[in-house]
């Protein structure tokens, strides 16, 4: 069965500081994987996603993820934290079904601290 | 471009009563989504829809029903509301395996 494991519920960074959510996932197939992000009394929105292809993956607001087959992993960076991105982000694989369900992990909460 | 929109944004309800949360999407999208939110638990699926005309169970089904009344739009309905059924739902669609897209959430509480 796939699952989606987030370390750490709350992430505390301060404001320019690098921002680093981990990501890790199991798969019996090539996954999909996505990142988004949920800001307060929100829906989620997609940061990024990985699909095929080039395996280090940009997305909106100055994010960005790699894809690491070997390590299983699809953690997401940004290089200078801003008091904007506090928010959650969630991590979510999708099955190798045919109807495209979302594994979601339990997500992580980004504090920044001014 | 209004995406998914969902409705209502707040209810409160008491143990017993029913409700009906609806959901519609403007982007012609095949497939549809119920999803509940609660604390350090992600999401959960509760219902999906692949197509127009199905509906299938998800993660968390029990309590729950669904209709997809068309390409367009996909109700949940609470028949006997239950205090473990307080949570956030959210609506999704998608094309394919692309990327899901989501409303703003039902805010529903259960006394």
């Known amino acids: 069965a796939q699952s989606v494991t987030q370390l750490g519920s709350h992430v505390s960074v301060s404001e320019g500081a690098l921002v680093l959510l981990r990501c890790n996932y199991s798969?019996?197939?090539?996954?999909?994987l996505f990142w988004y992000v949920q800001y307060p009394n929100q829906g989620l929105q997609l940061l990024l996603k990985y699909t095929t292809g080039a395996t280090l993956v940009k997305g909106i607001n100055g994010f960005e993820a790699e894809f690491k087959k070997s390590e299983t992993s699809f953690h997401l960076t940004k290089p200078s934290a801003h008091m904007s991105d506090a928010a959650e982000y969630f991590c979510?694989?999708?099955?190798?079904?045919?109807?495209?369900?979302?594994?979601w992990g339990a997500g992580t909460k980004l504090i920044i601290k001014p | 471009n209004a995406g998914v929109t969902q409705t209502p944004k707040f209810q409160v309800l008491k143990t017993g009563q029913s409700m009906t949360l609806q959901c519609a999407q403007d982007?012609?999208?095949?497939?549809m989504y119920w999803y509940r939110q609660d604390p350090g638990m992600g999401l959960r699926l509760i219902y999906y829809?692949?197509?127009?005309?199905?509906?299938d169970k998800g993660e968390v089904p029990n309590g729950y029903n669904v209709s997809r009344l068309n390409k367009r739009e996909f109700s949940l309905r609470l028949e006997s509301a239950a205090p473990s059924q307080t949570s956030v739902y959210f609506c999704a669609s998608s094309e394919g395996g692309a990327t899901q897209h989501f409303g703003d959430g039902t805010r529903l509480s259960i006394l």
């Open positions: 829809s692949a197509s127009e005309g199905t509906t």
């Open positions: 982007m012609n999208h095949n497939s």
């Open positions: 798969s019996s197939v090539p996954p999909y």
């Open positions: 979510a694989v999708i099955t190798s079904g045919s109807n495209y369900q979302l594994i």
